[in-house]
């Protein structure tokens, strides 16, 4: 067919024709070429399970932090609702703790009329979170506002118990998390980890366990790794955080973060560990995946 075209209009379509192909092998070499970036970047030991809480990265919008998250290496973003489940499945990520309890940290389980609404709350979630395979979901013990740390022991055990049949039959874990009433969160009761295991003793179930956050409990109470060796059965997911400041985990803190990582490991930890640092460098990302490669043992 091409014989009857005149000669220019012959040469026209064979530049066309090849500077098509060379776009089209271009475009593809720089699929290739971003795709062996992303798995270079997503490349870890296999040993630990990483998340991070997204809470951290507030200019980053939720899609294209995940995007970024999955390119790292990261398995999860946590501290998310039930509303972002769509997009964490877009990219193929979990939630390994989800938020969203009724009073959050300050109003909790220590106060026997936050109870109903803390259960209706795990009652309505733990559904679609099991359905997600998602393992987790965050409980606070609230603030003391002048209760003795007995009386809040008790309080939330009768609470805890209530929700405990819910997590046990969804098979999803109920986790209260240890924070610092010393600089960041003043009076909040469950703030060392003696506290938090007695509380899961009387509880009595496989379905209520702790999240030990290692920048929070440093503050409170250092002696960290003894602590998990000694406690770990107790402990269902941890959190990472710079101390002082809960910025980056570098050099620039005082917690050796490979050891303590490596001291979970020995106890047969399977779960999460989710970086909660606030990065304090302008490319947020960057700290964030030096955070992975740290706790990458």
């Known amino acids: 067919m ?15 024709t090849g500077a098509a192909t060379i776009a089209a092998a271009s475009a593809s070499f720089s699929r290739q070429l ?6 270079v970047d997503s490349k870890t030991k296999g040993r630990i ?3 991070v809480c997204k809470w951290c990265y507030e200019k980053n919008p939720l899609e294209d932090f995940c995007r970024e998250s999955k390119k790292i290496g990261l398995q999860s973003v946590e501290l998310l609702e039930v509303k972002d489940f769509p997009t964490l499945k877009k990219y193929d990520l979990a939630c390994a703790m989800v938020s969203g309890v009724p009073g959050g940290i300050t109003s909790g389980l220590n106060r026997l009329e936050n109870h109903d609404k803390i259960v209706e709350f795990i009652e309505r979630t733990a ?5 997600r395979q998602f393992p987790n979901i965050i409980c606070f013990s609230g603030n003391r506002a002048g209760m003795s740390d007995q009386q809040g022991l008790e309080n939330c055990a009768v609470g805890l118990k209530r929700i405990a049949p819910i997590a046990e039959k969804h098979k999803v874990t109920v986790c209260m998390e240890l924070l610092n009433s010393k600089r960041t969160h003043p009076d909040y009761m469950c703030d060392h980890t003696a506290w938090g295991v007695e509380l899961v003793k009387r509880v009595g179930s496989e379905r209520f366990k702790l999240l030990y956050d290692i920048f ?9 790794m003894d602590t998990i060796r000694e406690n770990h059965q107790y402990i269902a997911h941890y959190h990472t955080g710079g101390v002082p400041g809960r910025g980056e985990i570098d050099e620039s ?25 606030v990065p304090k460098r302008s490319d947020a990302i960057a700290s964030l995946k030096q955070g992975v490669q740290i706790c990458d043992v």
């Open 216 to 224: 929070h409990m440093q503050i409170m109470e250092g002696d960290m």
């Open 2 to 16: 091409f014989s009857s075209l005149p000669q220019s209009r012959r040469s026209a379509l064979r530049k066309i």
């Open 34 to 39: 971003r795709a062996a970036e992303a798995a």
């Open 253 to 277: 803190q005082e917690i050796n973060y490979p050891a303590v990582m490596k001291a979970i490991l020995a106890t047969g930890f399977k779960g999460f560990v989710a970086q909660e640092f």
């Open 127 to 131: 559904p679609m979170v099991a359905e």
């Open 49 to 51: 399970n990483h998340s």
